[in-house]
Nanobody, 122 residues
Framework: QVQLVESGGRLTQAGGSLRLSCAASGRTFSSYVLGWFRQAPGKNREFVAAITWQGEGTTYADSVKGRFTISRDNAKNTVYLQMNSLKPEDTAVYYC???????????????WGQGTQVTVSS
């Protein structure tokens, strides 16, 4: 089992950058694929990015491709989401999640953090 705690969300202006972090407990961090998802007000939660067990592979939603970068540090049990060129439509609660499969499907993720709020003003 793994517990996830996100941090780094805040209010920022359009065009700015933020880096989200997600710290995991447990000694099996490298056994999990890590993903980021987000939920905007009044919308369903959606996939943002995912990274494989050792970080050798990544995938992104089209809406963030070229602007966001997911990375992980297995020695620190932490996954990151670097967000550049932020837009107001990126406003959402951002969640990290862990899965044993490399997937963009939410139901494939067994463990979830509590979320961190990102607000981008125009």
């Amino acid at each position: 089992q793994v517990q996830l705690v996100e941090s780094g969300g805040r209010l920022t202006q359009a065009g700015g950058s933020l880096r989200l972090s997600c710290a995991a407990s447990g000694r099996t961090f490298s056994s999990y694929v890590l993903g980021w998802f987000r939920q905007a007000p009044g919308k369903n939660r959606e996939f943002v990015a995912a990274i494989t067990w050792q970080g050798e592979g990544t995938t992104y939603a089209d809406s963030v491709k070229g602007r966001f970068t997911i990375s992980r540090d297995n020695a620190k049990n932490t996954v990151y989401l670097q967000m550049n060129s932020l837009k107001p439509e990126d406003t959402a609660v951002y969640y990290c999640a862990a899965s044993v499969r490399f997937s963009i499907v939410q139901s494939e993720y067994d463990y979830w953090g509590q979320g961190t709020q990102v607000t981008v003003s125009s």
